[in-house]
C-alpha cells in the first residue's frame, strides 16, 4: 500500500513535481539562481515525456517482447488467466463497473474461451478500498461483464485476494495447484506482458503469452508527433511505470 502511495514520485510528473519543490526550497534559502535551474529542469522534463514520439518509443520497447496473436492461432492451455486492470468501480454516481482501455484483456479472455483454448477462465485482481473506495474486487468486476457477455458461470474461477502484479501469480498459482493445472493463456496489456509473464514464470507456471490492448501503433508522421500532448504523457507515465516495477521486481528477486 505505502508503494502504491509513493510511487508515483518516480514518475514524470512525480519527479516534476519534486524538482519544483526543491526549487521553492532554494528560493526560501535565497538560491535564486539554483531556483530558476530547477524549475527549467521540471519544465523540460515534463516537456520531453509529453511528446508523443517519446511515448510511443517507451511504450513500444515494452510491447515488441511478445507479438499479438489472433485467438485462434494461440495452443490450448489447462485455464485462461485474465489479469484485472482498469475496470473501475462502481462507486456512486456510477451504477455499474466502467471500463477502460484494460476491458480489451476481459475481451480478449472470451475470445480465447469462445475459440475452445481452455475450458475455464480465471479472472484474477482484488481490491485496495481505502484507495478505491468501494470493496468489489477486480475479479467480481471482471465477473459481472463476462456473465453479461454470456460467459457461462460454470466456467469463471476468481482470485480476489492480489493487489499487484506479483500477488497475481502467486494466489493465481495457488489456484492452478490445486487443480493441477501447469499451463495458461496469460492475458493482459502488451506493455504489462514483460512483467506479468516473468512474475507467473517464477511461480512455476507455464505461461503462453497472450497479450492484447497494444497502444503503439504504426502512426503518419506529423508535426503533431513532437508537441506536448496530455495523452503522450499519460502513456510516457505508464510505460516507465512499467520499466520501473520490472527493475524492482528484479531487485526483489520476483522475476
Given at each position: 500500500l505505502v508503494g502504491k502511495i509513493f510511487a508515483p514520485l518516480a514518475y514524470p510528473l512525480g519527479l516534476a513535481f519534486i524538482l519544483w519543490a526543491t526549487a521553492l526550497i532554494c528560493r526560501w534559502?535565497?538560491?535564486h539562481r539554483l531556483a530558476r535551474r530547477?524549475?527549467?529542469a521540471g519544465i523540460f522534463l515534463v516537456l520531453y515525456f509529453s511528446q508523443p514520439w517519446v511515448a510511443h518509443a517507451l511504450t513500444r520497447s515494452?510491447?515488441?517482447?511478445y507479438p499479438l496473436r489472433p485467438a485462434h492461432k494461440l495452443p490450448r492451455a489447462d485455464a485462461i488467466v485474465v489479469l484485472g486492470g482498469g475496470i473501475g468501480a462502481p462507486v456512486p454516481p456510477r451504477i455499474d463497473v466502467d471500463v477502460g482501455g484494460a476491458f480489451d484483456r476481459l475481451l480478449f479472455g472470451m475470445r480465447l474461451l469462445r475459440?475452445?483454448?481452455?475450458?475455464?477462465i480465471i479472472?484474477?485482481?482484488?481490491?485496495i478500498a481505502s484507495?478505491?473506495?468501494s470493496d468489489v474486487t477486480e475479479a467480481r468486476r471482471l465477473r459481472r461483464l463476462a456473465l453479461e457477455y454470456g460467459v457461462a458461470d460454470r466456467a469463471i474461477l476468481l482470485e480476489e485476494e492480489s493487489r499487484s502484479t506479483r500477488e497475481n501469480a502467486l494466489f493465481t498459482a495457488q489456484i492452478l495447484r490445486q487443480r493441477q493445472w501447469q499451463r495458461v493463456l496469460l492475458v493482459t496489456s502488451a506493455r504489462h506482458m514483460p512483467r506479468a509473464a516473468a512474475a507467473f514464470a517464477r511461480e512455476g507456471i507455464q505461461v503462453i503469452a497472450a497479450p492484447t490492448d497494444l497502444i503503439a501503433v504504426q502512426r503518419p508522421l506529423t508535426i503533431g508527433r513532437f508537441l506536448p500532448d496530455?495523452?503522450?504523457l499519460r502513456e510516457s507515465h505508464k510505460a516507465v511505470k512499467e520499466y520501473l516495477g520490472y527493475v524492482v521486481y528484479w531487485l526483489r528477486g520476483w522475476v
Open positions: 534559502r535565497r538560491q530547477v524549475v527549467i515494452l510491447e515488441d517482447d475459440a475452445n483454448k481452455a475450458e475455464h479472472l484474477s485482481g482484488g481490491v484507495i478505491v473506495g496530455a495523452e503522450a
